[in-house]
């Protein structure tokens, strides 16, 4: 089987199954763990994860079911507004738990259904917005299969996103879907320096900036969070979060919840530092 090899293992993230099994027992029992509810998606960071592995892994296992979870849909990709969308074809991922094999099956339909440019294991991107959630969904559901999407920051997102979850509704496929964004990228590092410099421009992305790209998310308005991704610079990936915002509305879902919100600032304090959030869409 054509595998997507690991790039990121060793550097943003443990090497070894036991070192990420530590790691995420590690976060589990950080702040308040995961969240117990009837969750179908979630918004996940994407950082090394020293710095916002805890927030992801949390997320992911709040997504946990009293039912075989079928298949984990992943949309993320660093791209831009006129990018192409792609989707692993076939396959599978590794992880150091073991890999993750493609759910060909849904993500032909998928592509059957609307344009999506298909990329084997071998020409597959190595992006850290999937590999790094990888161990997470192997180790929370190991027999699940895995379906890898990078969705652009335009209207498309939301098409995707729905496509997704009716095509795994007409396979009769319990899924879960996750979106991999980070949030603000602040300081000179990366050329947004627009609230000066210091414990200001901290506040100001955490009490305004990143706040307003997560009350676009909780409130699942996709065509707001592709707006505040590209007009504020609060989501370096708001397709992807678009995405997984307009599948859990076609999922059925009812309301959002906030599991955490931080920054790489409180793990290196420093003029440039990112935002991270966790968000959770939910049933009922």
């Known amino acids: 089987m054509e595998k997507k090899k690991m790039a990121f293992a060793g550097s943003w ?18 702040k ?19 710095y ?34 792609f989707i ?3 396959g599978a991922v590794e992880t150091p738990f073991g890999p993750i094999e493609v759910d060909e099956e849904l993500t032909d339909n998928i592509i059957a259904g609307i344009g999506v440019r298909q990329r084997s294991p071998h020409k597959f991107p190595d992006d850290n917005t999937f590999e790094l959630q990888y161990p997470f969904i192997k180790y929370f559901y190991p027999d699940a299969r895995i379906v890898v999407c990078g969705v652009a920051p335009s209207f498309f997102a939301a098409v995707i996103g729905s496509m997704a979850v009716e095509e795994a509704k007409n396979l009769s496929k319990n899924v879960r879907i996750i979106g991999s964004t980070d949030m603000t990228h602040y300081g000179p590092d990366f050329g947004f320096t627009i609230a000066g410099t210091g414990e200001k421009a901290v506040e100001w992305v955490k009490n305004t ?5 997560i009350k676009a998310m909780i409130t ?19 397709g992807s979060a678009a995405a997984t915002a307009a599948a859990g509305k076609k999922f059925g879902a009812a309301g959002a919840v906030e599991l955490d919100y931080a920054t790489s600032f409180e793990k290196s304090a420093s003029q440039s530092f990112v935002g991270y959030a966790g968000i959770l869409y939910s049933l009922s």
């Not at 993230?13 to 950080?30: D, H, M, R, T």
């Not at 900036?209 to 790209?213: F, I, V």
């Not at 699942?220 to 989501?235: F, P, R, V, W």
Request: proline letters at 3%.
């Open 220 to 238: 699942m308005d996709a065509s707001k969070i592709i707006a505040q991704g590209l007009e504020n610079k609060n989501m370096c990936c708001s």
């Open 88 to 90: 692993l074809s076939h």
């Open 209 to 213: 900036n990143d706040r307003n790209a």
């Open 52 to 85: 916002s592995g805890s927030i992801a892994c949390r997320v992911i296992a709040s997504l946990k079911s009293d039912e075989k979870i079928d298949t984990i849909i992943l949309f993320g990709g660093h791209m831009h507004k006129q990018s192409e969308p």
């Open 32 to 50: 308040q763990g995961s969240f117990d509810g009837n969750f179908v998606g979630g918004i996940v960071p994407h950082a090394g994860w020293y």
């Open 13 to 30: 993230y443990p090497a070894s199954a036991a070192e990420c099994e530590a790691s995420i027992k590690g976060f589990l029992k950080e």
